[in-house]
Structures are given as C-alpha cells and as structure tokens.
Antibody, heavy 118, light 107 residues
Framework: QVQLQESGPGLVKPSETLSLTCTVS????????WNWIRQPPGKGLEWIGY???????NYKPSLTSRVTMSVDTSKSQFSLRLSSVTAADTAVYYC????????????WGQGTLVTVSS | DIQMTQSPSSLSASVGDRVTITCRAS??????LNWYQQKLGKAPKVLLY???TLQSGVPSRFSASGSGTDFTLTISSLQPEDFATYYC?????????FGQGTRLEIE
C-alpha cells in the first residue's frame, strides 16, 4: 500500500520560504508525477504543481515565480519550496500521486497545516 | 485556466435519499473529470475517475456520468458515512483545477 507523509515546519514568518518534504513508502517513486495541493482553512482545493520522477516540473502559472519542486529518488522523497510567503499562503498542504492517463490523484498524504505568521 | 463550477454549493439530505451533484467546466474536457470525497480533517479520496469509472473499493451506490462540459455525480441511497464535501477536478489541461466543493449535510 502506497503511503505519503508530509513533513516540515508548521509555522513560517511572512516573507520567508516555506519548505515541505513528502516521503513515499510502499511503492516506487518512478513512473508517476508527484503533486502538491493546498487548502486554506475552510476553503477549497488548489493545485500548486507537480514534479515527475525524472525531475521535470509543471507549476500553476500564478505561483511559478515563487515555487520550486525537487525530487530525490534515492530517498523516495519530493519537496516543495514556496518563497516570499504571506498570510494568504496559510493552508493545509497535501502531497499526492497522480496516475498516468486518465490522470487522477490516487494517493494522498494526510496533510500538514502551515501557518504564515510573525 | 479551466474553471470548474459545482452546484449546489451545499445540500441537505436524509439517509436513503438519492442525491445528484453537478459539475460544469468552462470548456470541453472530454472525460478528464474526477470526483473526490473529503471528510472533515482528512485528505480527499478519489471516488470516480475518467468521468464514470468507479475507483476500486468505492461502493457501487456512487456513480457518475458526463463528457465535454457537463458532469454529474449521483449517490443512489445516502448512507451516514457519505456526509462529506465532494469536489470535481479536471485533468484535461494544466493548471489542474477543482470545483469549489459541494457540502452534503444531514437534513
């Protein structure tokens, strides 16, 4: 059974960089795209972007200037960095695996709340 | 970006009721449409993908249909564990986008 687990600081100061890691267990990181999705408190889901196991990326255009994703296949981990954060970036951040065609999120992490506050 | 609009935004129903949630895309997405269920404090869980294919392990009371721009999710006979928020999501184009959600509450 594939499992994903997010880790990282739960509190980030405004203007600083949010950094999260997702560890994949129970399956290979190869052959899939690995996604970050966030959900502000009480609101809906927002896709941030994905990284393939090969390292190629695709980010939401409105976040491209602030987002960097990376993958470490040797550790079965992928990471998110979001720079210059503001209170609007406060959210539960999920990592999720996206299948090949027809492309859906079949496995999700439990989510981690990141609060942006001084 | 492809906008996904769900209706209704919230819905009250009783155990045993048949309910339908609709999702409309701002442009044609063929059948690249997925449905997720999210319970409070939990990650979303996929129910159906490719517009109408039931994910393994999901009860058959869940069904979905549609193509192009108009899609529906139907729960044939509501069970207590079905009270949750439901999201549609398009995977036709990036950026991948979700509907705003439909909150299904107990009447």
């Amino acid at each position: 059974q594939v499992q994903l687990q997010e880790s990282g600081p739960g509190l980030v100061k405004p203007s600083e960089t949010l950094s999260l890691t997702c560890t994949v267990s129970g399956g290979s990181i190869s052959g899939y795209s690995w996604n970050w999705i966030r959900q502000p408190p009480g609101k809906g889901l927002e896709w941030i972007g994905y990284i393939y196991y090969s390292g190629s990326t695709n980010y939401k255009p409105s976040l491209t200037s602030r987002v960097t994703m990376s993958v470490d296949t040797s550790k079965s981990q992928f990471s998110l960095r979001l720079s210059s954060v503001t209170a609007a970036d406060t959210a539960v951040y999920y990592c999720a695996r996206k299948t090949g065609k027809p492309y859906y999120f079949d496995y999700w992490g439990q989510g981690t709340l990141v609060t942006v506050s001084s | 970006d492809i906008q996904m609009t769900q209706s209704p935004s919230s819905l009250s129903a009783s155990v045993g009721d048949r309910v339908t949630i609709t999702c409309r895309a701002s442009q044609s997405i063929s059948t690249y449409l997925n449905w997720y269920q999210q319970k409070l404090g939990k990650a979303p869980k996929v129910l159906l993908y490719a517009a109408s294919t039931l994910q393994s392990g999901v009860p058959s009371r869940f069904s979905a249909s549609g193509s192009g721009t108009d899609f529906t999710l139907t729960i044939s006979s509501l069970q207590p564990e079905d009270f949750a928020t439901y999201y549609c999501q398009q995977s036709s184009n990036t950026p991948l986008t979700f509907g705003q959600g439909t909150r299904l509450e107990i009447e």
